[in-house]
């Protein structure tokens, strides 16, 4: 089976100093870059992801420090790819699907979980793949909202914690 890591939007906007701080940002960083250098020493393929908006201002805007993946992220994927989105659905209008191309089972994490994290695991692009949803690798603005997200979830996909996920 093969498997990869989607890491979804990793960015300076929600981290202290940004637009949009997520609760315990900085702490879901450090297992996310744990989590990555554990796929690739698996052979496991990682993808990342980061959300671009149109906008000249605010969350995300193209052009300001705040669309920036995290240094720590991209020092740990390497050279894995980067896939760029305008919404929440990393699948939607972009190139996600070829970089999987061959994936049997699909592992999602990082910001926003009752955001881009549900609508891409949710996507109707990902249902060809096992998906499930990392939940101790993601965050939200707080800990109910991230809580509530991941008990929704799983009414509907597999949610584990990193620890399931080692070989």
Known sequence: MTRALLVI??????????????????????????????????????????????????????GGSGVVIRPAILSAAGDAPVVTKQVADAFQDTDLAEHLAGVDEL????????????????SRDAEGFDVGVIGDLCAAPSE????????????????????????
């Open 9 to 62: 939007d990793i960015q300076n906007d929600y981290f202290p100093g940004g637009t949009l701080p997520l609760h315990q940002a900085e702490e879901v960083e450090t297992r996310v870059v744990a989590a990555i250098e554990r796929a690739r020493r698996a052979g496991d393929r990682v993808v990342l992801v980061r959300h671009v908006s149109p906008a000249k201002t605010g969350l995300f805007a193209e």
């Open 107 to 122: 592992l999602v994490c990082g910001m926003m979980t009752q955001n881009c994290v549900v609508f891409t695991a949710m």
């Open 144 to 167: 109910i909202v991230h809580r509530i997200a991941l008990n929704a979830l799983g009414s509907k996909l597999r949610v584990v914690n990193s620890d399931d996920c080692r070989d």
